[in-house]
T-cell receptor
Framework: EDQVTQSPEALRLQEGESSSLNCSYT??????LFWYRQDPGKGPEFLFT???AGEEKEKERLKATLTKKESFLHITAPKPEDSATYLC??????????FGSGTKLNVKP | DTGVSQDPRHKITKRGQNVTFRCDPI?????LYWYRQTLGQGPEFLTY????????KSRLLSDRFSAERPKGSFSTLEIQRTEQGDSAMYLC????????????FGNGTRLTVT
């Protein structure tokens, strides 16, 4: 059965304290792994797409990496405005995107 | 590019009533998706349109749910005889036909069934 698991469920960091979020998947026929940010009461906002093992993408304090079984979202020197829920999703074909349950990140000043 | 628009943002209804939500996708996007999200969970796939054709429906989508996309533009999601378990955020997303295109989400409609 296709599964996407994110850990931890919640993460509290002090401002400037770097960490990583994990997204592990057991799927067949992966056609892309996507990271999204979701603020309370809003829809998910697209961050990155990764397609092949070894690929990395960066945006400001965020860097996403991909292996054959998991992806990491590294957050370097986070700020309070990085507080949000981070979702990962896998695409198996054009019309099937499966989401994990997300990691709720809280960055304290 | 004005983004994906959903209306209304919030809907409170009594159990047994019918509700309808609207989604306007990004204008050049042919693919349109409906997802449902409950507190603490990721979005769950409900249904998918390619232009005006509804190509796939999740087993989550009971007979009380119906979605349309007339003329391949905006879409509506109707829930008949609402139940308390239908309370959730209903998200619409669109994407282009490009193989690499991500989903672009609207800000959702929050449904509360009392």
């Amino acid at each position: 059965e296709d599964q996407v698991t994110q850990s931890p469920e919640a993460l509290r960091l002090q401002e400037g304290e770097s960490s990583s979020l994990n997204c592990s998947y057991t799927v067949s026929g992966l056609r892309g792994l996507f990271w999204y940010r979701q603020d309370p009461g809003k829809g998910p906002e697209f961050l990155f797409t990764l397609y092949s093992a070894g690929e990395e993408k960066e945006k400001e304090r965020l860097k996403a990496t991909l292996t054959k079984k998991e992806s990491f979202l590294h957050i370097t020197a986070p700020k309070p405005e990085d507080s949000a829920t981070y979702l990962c999703a896998v695409r198996l074909d054009f019309n099937k995107f499966y989401f994990g349950s997300g990691t709720k990140l809280n960055v304290k000043p | 590019d004005t983004g994906v628009s959903q209306d209304p943002r919030h809907k409170i209804t009594k159990r047994g009533q019918n509700v309808t939500f609207r989604c306007d996708p990004i204008s050049e996007h042919n693919r349109l998706y409906w997802y449902r999200q409950t507190l603490g969970q990721g979005p769950e796939f409900l249904t998918y349109f390619q232009n005006e054709a509804q190509l796939e429906k999740s087993r989550l989508l009971s007979d009380r749910f119906s979605a349309e996309r007339p003329k391949g533009s905006f879409s509506t999601l109707e829930i008949q005889r609402t139940e308390q378990g239908d309370s959730a955020m209903y998200l619409c997303a669109s994407s282009s036909d490009s193989q690499n295109s991500p989903l672009h989400f609207g800000n959702g409609t929050r449904l509360t069934v009392t």
